[in-house]
């Protein structure tokens, strides 16, 4: 069984930065960051390739969001700079075994972690 932990979320002023990591055990997998707004539904956010050259992004974060895996550590990082009120919501790691922004083709996913930007 696949664990997924994320951390870093928190509250940020517009503008600002968060870093998220996610802790995950088992073999290494292409990961993605997906989140969910208040009264939303989920989306796709960041992915990375299990070999770490290969990564995507949503057109809203592009350019402001950066995706990054150490392997040594078994950790994937999600790097957010110049965050928007409407990057407020729970972000979730996922693992799979495919490059996708389809949710529903990710095995595993973590608990979820606050990000909440302040205008």
């Known amino acids: 069984q696949v664990q997924l932990v994320e951390s870093g979320g928190g509250l940020v002023q517009a503008g600002g930065s968060l870093r998220l990591s996610c802790a995950h055990s088992?073999?290494?997998?292409?990961m993605g960051w997906f989140r969910q707004a208040p009264g939303k539904e989920r989306e796709f956010a960041a992915a990375i390739s299990w070999s770490g050259y290969s990564t995507d992004y949503a057109d809203s974060v592009k350019g402001r969001f950066t995706i990054s895996r150490d392997k040594a550590k078994n950790t994937v990082y999600l790097q957010m700079d110049s965050l928007k009120p409407e990057d407020t919501a729970v972000y979730y790691c996922?693992?799979?075994?495919?490059?996708?922004?389809?949710?529903?083709?990710?095995?595993?996913w973590g608990q979820g972690t606050q990000v909440t930007v302040s205008s």
């Open positions: 996922a693992a799979g075994g495919l490059m996708t922004r389809q949710e529903r083709l990710y095995d595993y």
């Open positions: 088992g073999r290494t997998y292409t």
